[in-house]
């Protein structure tokens, strides 16, 4: 399984990003994919995930923020990211539980004016 991101870049403050990360391989179709995130001197936080059957969960820090979607038919996670702050600039990183782990690239997120 091989998980490709993208989307990230610089962004001012209270702009919009969205980032996409698309699966490939044998994926079994009870799942959950998602983001985590990064940031320097920090330890990597959960940001939001959404099972196969369309549930998400959400981070505190971004809920009513960022919207996580998918697309199972292509085995690709979104995450709408809007009113971003300063605090979200991190390196993001999609996974997919399949039912093991799988970890993207990650994606670099800055939130700067």
């Known amino acids: 399984v091989q998980l490709q991101a993208s989307g990230g870049g610089l962004v001012q403050p209270g702009g919009s990003l969205r980032l996409s990360c698309a699966a490939s391989g044998i994926i079994f179709s009870i799942n959950v994919m998602g983001w985590y995130r990064q940031a320097p001197g920090n330890e990597r936080e959960l940001v939001a995930a959404?099972?196969?059957?369309?549930?998400?969960n959400y981070a505190e820090s971004v809920k009513g923020r960022f919207t996580i979607s998918r697309d199972n038919a292509k085995n690709t996670v979104y995450l709408q990211m809007n009113s971003l702050k300063p605090e979200d600039t991190a390196v993001y990183y999609c996974f997919l539980q399949s039912p093991k782990d799988y970890w993207g690239q990650g994606t670099q997120v800055t939130v700067s004016s």
């Open positions: 959404i099972t196969s059957g369309g549930s998400p």
